[in-house]
């Protein structure tokens, strides 16, 4: 069954491997060094992380949503604290798997890369295992790999030890002491690579948080584990893995440095680099003018609110007093009543505000006397 399922990637990895050894052979590097192949299997490893680079863009993303998101999170493991019922744990799970939806965060893509490389490290490991049993025709050759170059790999040396060998399997003393030092370095590399995630783009705020804590355990872990298991791997395999952590850590320097974390220490030293060449931080101007636009268009007309009403203030606007127009006489300052009653209007105008209020107050006069026909 494994056979079955890891044949396609021994055979992408024989196909690379002596592709790269053809390569550099007509470019001048003896065929039969050992550095011959072990720049091959650096090929093996050029290639598939330049394959590899979507994923690690996504890998990014995703990194700076689990930073942002990481209050929200916070915030309902707070909620949930100290309730150890199974509702209210499922009730968190659902409400943190919701977040992730809502915001597009996947926090199994950052172990992505390494879960992609892990079938094609143990076809490396297969294909390097076998070398010598291709060679002497036990076992059926791999794609290109055939028997010829079967056996040129597995006699050509490195320092005077094979790409096949390993610590524990080889009584060589140039195997052990390059094995050895390679598992040094492979540990080493990756140590430094996790711990420049940790201490230069990651936010203060992000420092003490279930996230830190786990990239933390693993920045211990990863290499104590590497240096226990590495005896084990045959040296190209350790080529394969060194390889690896150098591209990790060189690609996450750049990373770091160009396109820091909110918050981080990168960042800021981001802007002190870009202050003393004069230059204004990436996407500030388009911050700026973004910010700009949203006040322009939130802000009211004059003498209205964004709603396009009159004004409201918090404090009542009492009326100012209005002065009193003289009662009008003549002709006009009368009005006829259908009972023959005259009445006089006196208006008076008051400002509240913007909006002017007329009031008109009637004042009633005693209808004259009814007019009587004299006998003559």
């Not at 926090?107 to 060679?135: E, H």
């Not at 910010?291 to 009542?316: F, N």
Request: hydrophobic share 40%; with cysteine.
């Amino acid at each position: 069954m494994i056979d079955t399922l890891l044949f396609p990637l021994e055979w992408f990895v024989a196909l690379v491997m002596v592709g790269f050894h053809d390569g550099l052979s007509k470019i001048g590097m003896n065929p039969t060094s050992g550095w011959t192949w072990a720049f091959s299997v650096v090929g093996l490893v050029i290639v598939l992380r330049v394959l590899l680079i979507p994923l690690f863009v996504k890998q990014i993303k995703t990194s700076r949503r689990m930073q942002l998101i990481q209050p929200e999170i916070q915030a309902i493991q707070k909620k949930y604290k100290g309730k150890k019922d199974a509702e209210s744990r499922q009730k968190m799970t659902e409400e943190t798997m919701e977040l992730y939806k809502r915001t597009g965060t996947n926090p199994f893509s950052s172990c992505m890369p390494i879960l992609l490389q892990a079938p094609f490290f143990f076809a490396l490991f297969r294909v390097l295992n076998n070398l010598g049993k291709i060679g002497d025709g036990r076992h059926n050759p791999i794609g290109l790999m055939t028997r010829a170059a079967a056996r040129q790999a597995e006699q050509s040396t490195l320092f005077g030890a094979k790409l096949s060998d390993t610590f524990l399997g080889s009584h060589s003393l140039a195997a052990k002491v390059l094995t050895m030092g390679l598992i040094v370095l492979m540990s080493a590399t990756m140590f430094i690579t996790q711990r420049q995630l940790m201490q230069k783009n990651m936010p203060a705020a992000a420092l003490d948080n279930p996230m830190a804590k786990q990239q933390k355990i693993i920045m211990y872990v990863m290499p104590l584990f590497f240096f226990v298991t590495g005896p084990n791997f045959p040296i190209g395999v350790l080529i394969y893995w060194l390889t690896t952590n150098l591209w990790t850590m060189g690609q996450q320097f750049y990373v770091i440095r160009r396109m820091p974390s909110p918050g981080s220490a990168a960042e800021k030293a981001l802007e002190e680099r870009r202050r003393a060449k004069g230059k204004p931080m990436p996407g500030a101007a388009v911050s700026l003018d973004k910010a700009a636009a949203i006040a322009a268009a939130e802000a009211p007309a004059e003498g209205e609110d964004t709603a396009g009403k009159a004004k409201v203030s918090g404090q009542r606007v009492q009326p100012k007093k209005g002065k009193r127009r003289p009662a009008p006489t003549g002709p006009q300052s009368q009005d006829t009543s259908p009972n023959g009653a005259s009445s006089g209007s006196t208006t008076a105008v008051s400002t509240t505000g913007d909006t002017k209020v007329t009031t008109t107050t009637a004042k009633n006069i005693a209808p004259p006397r009814a007019k009587t026909k004299r006998k003559r």
